[in-house]
């Protein structure tokens, strides 16, 4: 039994990134400009958000969270 993809919405910062590093381990943040990574954020199993909510800042900060967990490992 698999569990449950969690619920996405734009203020999930770190749950987003985790999503997108797991389905697109290949992908690296320095390359992902905004609207590429609003239309992958938006193809994400379990986004629910409204897209029309996003803002730059919410963007941004995903980008910066990705970038601080892909360059840990």
């Not at 590429?36 to 980008?63: A, C, H, K, W, Y």
Request: glycine share 2%; proline share 8%; aromatic share 10%.
């Amino acid at each position: 039994m698999t569990d449950p993809e969690p619920e996405l919405y734009w203020d999930s910062t770190y749950a987003i990134v985790v999503s997108l590093m797991d389905l697109f381990p290949s992908l690296r943040p320095v390359d992902v400009g905004l609207e590429e990574l609003l239309r992958l954020v938006e193809s994400l199993p379990g986004f629910r958000d409204d897209p029309d909510m996003v803002t730059e800042q919410f963007l941004l900060d995903i980008l910066t969270v990705w970038f601080e967990e892909a360059t840990q490992l």
